[in-house]
């Protein structure tokens, strides 16, 4: 099921139920063990990495228990990158809902955020403790509602779930916090030989929605800086990146990978590169899952909640005062053509992108 079609069933199914079904009563936590527990993660690919490190916070704190994911197709491969995974289910395949409906779960948390459908499969699995954010009605759905907000670091916000199993929540990540499986990491090696062993900055210029491209000519100019600098480029992305990928990497000694490489294999490219050059994007949260420097485009998206803050990131962001309009993953049509990132210049980024490859370089000498 496409994500417009999901939204739309939120919007006609998901809020009347989530105002019918019965209130869950609240439940103690104290003496009731937990083997199974049931983690519900639709949405994109962002939203499921940042989700990574409350996932193995819980496998700390239930070593023995079986974790499973309700998650989407089209984030589902974040998982593979999370090795304390046991299974994962498909949110957008009806087949998959009916394995998880015939399971007793001790513990259900649903991570979503906002939209009440998720919040209404928590409340029919059959399990004791629910746990979810409490924004809108969904609240009367969990046993245990949490509060949520909007200028929290969203790695943070998903570890505020796990308040009712421990008296005080994580206040730093570890880092790197995804594991690429081996087999992505040698396609990975065997993709990039062509390149030889020079260093390389990956380029994601990819986006959701069209408030949040930089552009591609912007992309462009910056990729043939780099070169002139010798530096080889890389172009990550999907299927709908391919065309914009071969436009940015014309005339340099870069290569366009956009369309090629599964998510794992991405994320194996990501962990050799120098650097990464993205907008607000599920490709920025991975290299910040694999501790690999960022210099980051914001406008739209709200910084404090998606961007990483502090070393090896750089975030650029010119702050007008209509932004950040985003909220809970909705963008509202720009009317003046989303100025917030567009005033971003090329020299601008490549010299947040001189001054992490000094950092780098400093670092390496030290």
Not at 142 to 162: A, G, I, K, M, R
């Amino acid at each position: 099921m496409k994500k417009h079609f999901l939204k739309g069933i939120d919007k006609v199914v998901g809020a009347s139920l989530a105002r019918l079904l019965p209130r869950s009563s609240r439940t103690g936590l104290s003496t009731y063990s937990v083997n199974r527990l049931l983690i519900i993660r639709p949405g994109g690919i962002g939203d499921a990495v940042l989700l990574i490190p409350a996932i193995k916070r819980l496998r700390e704190l239930f070593p023995a228990a079986r974790i499973e994911v309700l998650a989407e197709v089209r984030n589902r491969g974040v998982f593979a990158l999370c090795p304390v995974v046991d299974s994962v289910f498909c949110y957008d395949k009806l087949r998959d809902w009916g394995i998880v409906f015939r399971r007793n779960y001790d513990v259900v948390i649903d991570t979503e955020q906002w939209y009440r459908l998720s919040a209404v499969v928590a409340r029919l699995v059959r399990s004791r403790i629910k746990i979810g954010f409490a924004t809108n009605e969904r609240k009367r759905l969990f046993t245990h509602p949490v509060s949520y907000d909007q200028n929290t670091y969203e790695s943070y916000s998903f570890l505020e779930l796990l308040n009712s199993f421990e008296d005080k929540a994580l206040t730093e990540l570890s880092r790197p916090f995804l594991t690429v499986p081996e087999d992505a990491q040698k396609t990975a090696a065997d993709i990039l030989g062509p390149l030889g062993d020079g260093p390389f900055i990956v380029l994601f210029p990819g986006a959701s929605i069209p408030e949040r491209c930089w552009g591609v000519d912007k992309f462009r100019h910056l990729a043939a800086q780099l070169a002139d600098a010798g530096f080889s480029v890389v172009v990550v992305g999907g299927q709908e990146d391919v065309v914009a990928g071969h436009k940015i990497v014309t005339h340099t000694t870069g290569v366009s990978l956009a369309g090629v490489t599964t998510l794992s294999e991405t994320a194996a490219i990501l962990s050799r590169a120098q650097l990464l050059v993205s907008g607000d994007s599920g490709v920025l949260h991975i290299a910040v899952g694999l501790d690999v420097p960022t210099v980051s485009l914001f406008g739209p998206g709200i910084a404090k909640k998606w961007a990483h803050q502090g070393q090896k990131h750089i975030v650029l962001n010119h702050k007008l005062s209509c932004s950040p309009c985003t909220r809970f993953g909705i963008t509202p049509p720009c009317p003046i053509g989303a100025r917030c990132l567009q005033e971003i210049s090329v020299e601008e980024v490549l010299g947040a992108v001189q001054q992490q490859l000094s950092e780098i370089q400093r670092e390496g000498s030290v």
